[in-house]
């Protein structure tokens, strides 16, 4: 390596070291202390799941040892108060997305979101002929839902296309577009990392008449969201990547449609009344939340947000996006040919997620040996089989960065990756 | 590398050769029977092909596929084991292999003693090369690679009619 680019290489860490201070929030990550045989855990699995700081865990705890009961029922003081905490922490997440608490819907995670749009939208608004435009990038979870929900009322599916680089294909949106009736893509890839232009292609969509939903499950812990200013109809979040437990998520709806839709699932806390033989739905958002909820989830994720404001989404996403700078140059630097990473190469254009192959070393066997070093990163499909075959890959490794990463963590990875190719080279 | 002894444990000289040089690599053509098995969390991939006789003889076997040094080298061993055996044998021996899969790394008398019972129960199977995947067992989230051929096999021995179980 030259000297020139280990000079850039210290100035980028030097900058790195200014923008957030990880050793001090890696002090709130309990599992991040963890000494295994001597060595820290490195954790690079963050777009699988992200860790959780003390102060998630312990408001979670502290709900149950002081406080908890059933939510909207009780009168008596500590019901009073779980209700409030529930309510709370609705009311911060509605805050840090700009949006209404009546658009503001807890659900188990992004999935059960998308979900419930697929099957309360979707079933009265898709007819025969209809047409849903996705993307070949997506999630199972904004793919499988809009097959089931397509062939239960007759619509059909239609794709963007990929460019090479692993954006869309923007030239021919409008024909894409053309008569459909749903619009569903990520902002954020969870395998390319790619970042998508939502508020564009959302202004785009909603000329053409066209409903659209977003799912920011890779966006949200990463970047700054305004639900009001992106102007998508619906956007899917999944709590356990931001930071808080898993069992919670929330399906952000603009009031005028939610209201307009049927309910999803059916039982107590949504109804205003029930008879022998009918129900009428109570109001907003909680027409959409029925039976107890994953209350201390709900608190747990509202601890997370509170825990992310402190920081502030601008210093989270330039934290990482300077990161996965350093990331792409040292494993392109390091591993030259022998490494294909997928996406784009310009972290400008990419979050925290680093999709790679190393040749003739399969990825179950990379993140064995990763392992071996206390690195951890997902080898697989990543619920992408679609992406997967376009890529060419049956499965590729996975790195992915949150707010505890720093550069110490890349070097590892560029090490162990190293001890790799090493390893498996001698066996030759 | 620091220390290596626990991934040496899985990596085994005759695993990775078999991965790199695998046995009987590639696919029969009819009255071959044919078999494709996934595992859906990883995509590995191991399709099996093979020619059962009236005999009820494995006369011929190949495998392909892809995926990861462990479903692949298995595969590879797995063909190796059960071509010229009958399919009851085969299936035997899939259950000999499948026994190993299930000892836990903290009962290293009880591995012994599992070989025992592997080595009386199925008498003139020789586990030979596939004793190296023995090692997976310390790495449970590996088990399923190791298994996919041999599921794999049963469906392709099931679906050639033979089903003696």
Request: contains cysteine; negative net charge; glycine residues 8%.
């Amino acid at each position: 390596m030259s000297s020139h680019t280990a000079k850039q290489i210290a100035a980028q860490q030097a900058t790195f070291r200014q923008l957030v201070d990880v050793a001090t929030i890696r002090e709130d990550f309990p599992i991040l202390h963890q000494r295994a045989g001597g060595d820290r855990l490195i954790y690079l699995d963050s777009g699988a799941s992200s860790q959780k700081p003390t102060q998630v865990i312990e408001a979670m705890d502290s709900y149950y040892r002081t406080t908890h009961s059933n939510v909207h029922r009780g009168v008596y003081s500590i019901a009073a108060t779980a209700t409030e905490l529930y309510e709370q922490s609705r009311r911060k997440i509605a805050r840090f997305f700009n949006a209404k608490q009546e658009e503001t819907v807890f659900t188990k995670n992004a999935t059960e979101a998308i979900n419930l749009v697929a099957y309360s939208w979707g079933r009265s608004n898709l007819g025969p002929g209809d047409v849903i435009v996705l993307t070949p990038m997506e999630h199972h979870a904004n793919l499988v839902p809009w097959m089931i929900v397509a062939e239960q009322t007759g619509a059909t599916i239609r794709h963007l296309d990929l460019t090479p680089e692993g954006q869309l294909r923007t030239d021919n949106l409008q024909a894409k577009l053309q008569g459909a009736k749903l619009f569903a893509f990520c902002g954020a890839s969870n395998v390319l990392g790619t970042i998508n232009p939502v508020k564009q292609l959302v202004a785009r969509a909603r000329s053409q008449g066209i409903t659209t939903l977003v799912d920011m499950a890779q966006w949200a812990p990463h970047m700054p969201m305004d639900f009001a200013d992106l102007g998508a109809d619906f956007m899917a979040v999944t709590g356990h990547k931001m930071l808080g437990p898993t069992g919670i998520g929330v399906l952000l709806g603009r009031q005028e449609l939610l209201d307009s839709m049927p309910p999803f699932l059916g039982g107590g806390d949504m109804i205003a009344d029930v008879q022998l033989t009918n129900f009428t739905p109570t109001s907003l958002p909680v027409k959409f939340e029925a039976g107890t909820p994953p209350i201390a989830e709900a608190i747990g994720l509202g601890a997370a947000i509170d825990y992310l404001q402190d920081i502030g989404m601008d210093p989270v996403r330039e934290h990482e996006r300077t990161l996965t700078a350093y990331a792409l140059q040292g494993l392109q630097s390091r591993f030259g040919d022998t490494i294909t990473i997928h996406g784009p190469l310009d972290a400008d254009k990419r979050g925290g997620t680093v999709s790679f192959s190393l040749q003739d070393i399969h990825p179950h066997d990379v993140s064995q040996v990763l392992d071996h070093h206390n690195v951890c990163v997902r080898a697989g499909h990543h619920c992408a089989k679609p992406l997967m075959r376009i890529l060419g890959e049956t499965a590729t490794a996975r790195a992915s960065f949150h707010i505890y990463n720093d550069t110490d963590d890349v070097d590892a990875l560029c090490n162990a990756l190293d001890e790799t190719v090493k390893y498996f080279g001698r066996q030759k | 590398m620091s220390d290596s002894g626990a991934l040496d444990e899985l990596y085994k000289q005759v695993i990775l050769d078999h991965y790199r040089s695998p046995r009987n690599r590639g696919e029969l053509s009819a009255p071959a029977v044919r078999a494709v098995g996934h595992n859906p969390l990883c995509g590995d991939e191991v399709i099996v092909s093979l020619v059962i006789d009236n005999d009820q003889m494995i006369t011929d076997i190949m495998v392909s596929g892809s995926g990861c040094s462990i479903s692949q080298s298995a595969a590879s061993m797995m063909s190796v084991a059960v071509k010229g055996q009958t399919a009851s044998a085969a299936r035997e021996t899939t259950r000999a292999f499948k026994e190993m899969m299930s000892v836990h790394e903290d009962s290293l008398e009880t591995d012994n003693s599992n070989r025992s019972n592997i080595e009386s129960a199925a008498p003139g199977h020789h586990l030979g090369d596939l004793e190296a995947l023995r090692g997976v067992v310390k790495f449970p989230v590996r088990i399923k690679c190791a298994l996919l051929s041999w599921n794999t096999l049963l469906e392709a021995i099931d679906s050639a009619g033979n089903s003696d179980l």
